[in-house]
């Protein structure tokens, strides 16, 4: 048994009862707040800068069996910058390996202490192309099932991040499924 308790969520779906996630709950949420007028540049940049502490950036991985998401300035979801945090006292945000697909999301390698698994990039991100954002959390987060293929997504990094790509390339090959 693991030392963290993940805590789920049950909601009333309908007639049905679904368990979710405390920390893909909160991921969820972002889609309801999103879907509230963030039609327009102006209004999808403000939504994406009130929101940054909220919005998933990355996917830390904390050990084999827990991913921690985290914000754009490497903080916890949630978490505003300027202070530290100990990852590991976030353990009701932890995502199991069996919650996600690592195959759509950059894998940058060892950085910031750890490894990290991207949902964009500061050439593409959130407010530039909200809709690919929203695909890829579902694809990876929600476990949607997709015909979309890493590249599909990524395409764009191919002459910018050479070693990166060349770490990302196993998941290019055409008979992956995804």
């Known amino acids: 048994m693991s030392k963290y308790q993940f805590d789920t969520i049950t909601e009333n779906i309908g007639n049905k009862m679904k368990e979710i996630s405390y920390p893909k709950k909160m991921i969820e949420n972002i889609f309801y707040v999103s879907d509230r007028g963030c039609e327009t540049p102006v209004r999808k940049?403000?939504?994406?800068?009130?929101?940054?502490?909220f919005i998933p950036y990355c996917l830390h991985k904390i050990n084999e069996d827990n991913y921690l998401p985290l914000n754009r300035d490497y903080k916890p979801l949630g978490m505003?910058?300027?202070?530290?945090?100990d990852y590991e006292k976030f353990h009701f945000l932890f995502l199991k390996p069996s919650e996600i697909n690592l195959d759509i999301l950059w894998d940058n390698g060892f950085g910031f202490g750890g490894?990290?698994?991207?949902?964009?990039?500061?050439?593409?991100?959130?407010?530039?192309?909200?809709s690919r954002y929203i695909e890829i959390l579902n694809i990876s987060i929600f476990l949607e099932k997709s015909d979309k293929k890493f590249q599909h997504f990524w395409k764009y990094k191919f002459n910018l991040?050479?070693?990166?790509?060349?770490?990302?390339e196993w998941k290019t090959v055409e008979t992956r499924n995804l």
């Open 45 to 53: 940049r403000t939504f994406v800068d009130t929101m940054r502490p």
């Open 161 to 168: 991040d050479n070693d990166g790509w060349k770490r990302n």
């Open 115 to 130: 490894y990290g698994y991207y949902f964009y990039s500061d050439s593409c991100t959130p407010c530039s192309n909200f």
């Open 80 to 85: 505003p910058r300027g202070t530290h945090y």
